[in-house]
């Protein structure tokens, strides 16, 4: 299954036969029975069949930034045409994510209501190579942007999405980008955020935060900057250029850095709040 996500059940006591729930972009998956020795695959069940039948095309592209060739993952409306699509930029939720592999109930309901949908495996990716990955070092509050905004630039001179109907969704390390995107001239119409991260940092401590070795602090430094850098990069710091309307959903715990971004925003008279999100 080259082009889903394999993702291991369980294993019989002698390690001859394992369980996988294989989920590939465009369908729930399934559950197979792996026998090790006799190399056989055997299906066990399908999850949602129905579904699957009834769910959005995914497509696989490519397209340049900053000489990189990156790869996309572009969910389309059924029945999509000739006709320019509005489209959701969705970013990673965490900085070692990689998008459009596996299915996504979220971005389905999105497609199913006429939007495209795009995933970019952005500099810093795992899974692409080594070069991708460490690209990415210091990069997630510029490059990593900046290659967000090269494939909205591809897709719109193509003609497949309307530049005038951009949106950005993003969860957690998601939103951060979001964000940072939505400071960009002319390019976002609209930012939905999802328990956001705020400074990289002290967002990666915090998930992190069952193991404070030297090496782990070191990788932190390595892929998100020291401090200054953290703080220079957050969005906390360009507030006042964020035009677009902003819906801001969270759990409403004490958080300092959410206490001051929506301090901050309270001048922008499109920001929306909700609190108490789950899940």
């Not at 990689?98 to 999105?110: A, I, N």
């Amino acid at each position: 299954y080259p082009n889903g996500r394999n993702i291991f059940v369980d294993a019989s006591q002698d390690l001859r036969h394992f369980i996988f729930k294989t989920t590939e972009p465009s369908d729930p998956g399934e559950y197979i029975l792996f026998d090790g020795p006799d190399n056989k695959v055997t299906r066990l069940g399908a999850l949602n069949p129905k579904l699957a039948q009834n769910s959005s095309r995914v497509e696989r592209l490519e397209y340049k930034s900053s000489g990189r060739t990156l790869t996309a993952y572009l969910t389309l409306p059924p029945g999509a045409g000739e006709q320019p699509l509005p489209l959701i930029v969705y970013p990673h939720a965490y900085p070692e994510a990689v998008g459009g592999v596996g299915y996504r109930p979220d971005v389905q309901l999105f497609a199913s209501r006429g939007f495209a949908v795009l995933q970019a495996n952005v500099r810093g990716t795992p899974g692409f190579g080594r070069t991708l990955w460490e690209a990415g070092h210091g990069q997630f509050g510029t490059g990593v942007v900046d290659d967000l905004a090269a494939g909205v630039t591809a897709l719109a001179r193509s003609g497949r999405v309307d530049p005038r109907r951009v949106c950005a969704i993003g969860r957690s390390f998601g939103a951060h980008s979001a964000l940072l995107l939505g400071l960009r001239e002319n390019m976002l119409r609209c930012i939905a955020l999802e328990r956001p991260i705020f400074n990289l940092r002290e967002g990666i401590q915090l998930q992190w935060s069952s193991d404070d070795s030297a090496a782990v602090a070191e990788l932190i430094t390595l892929r998100f900057g020291d401090e200054r850098t953290a703080a220079a990069q957050s969005p906390l710091a360009h507030t006042d250029k964020l035009q677009v309307p902003v819906l801001n959903l969270h759990t409403g715990l004490p958080d300092a850095n959410q206490k001051r971004f929506s301090e901050l925003m309270n001048n922008n008279p499109a920001f929306i709040e909700a609190t108490d999100v789950r899940g």
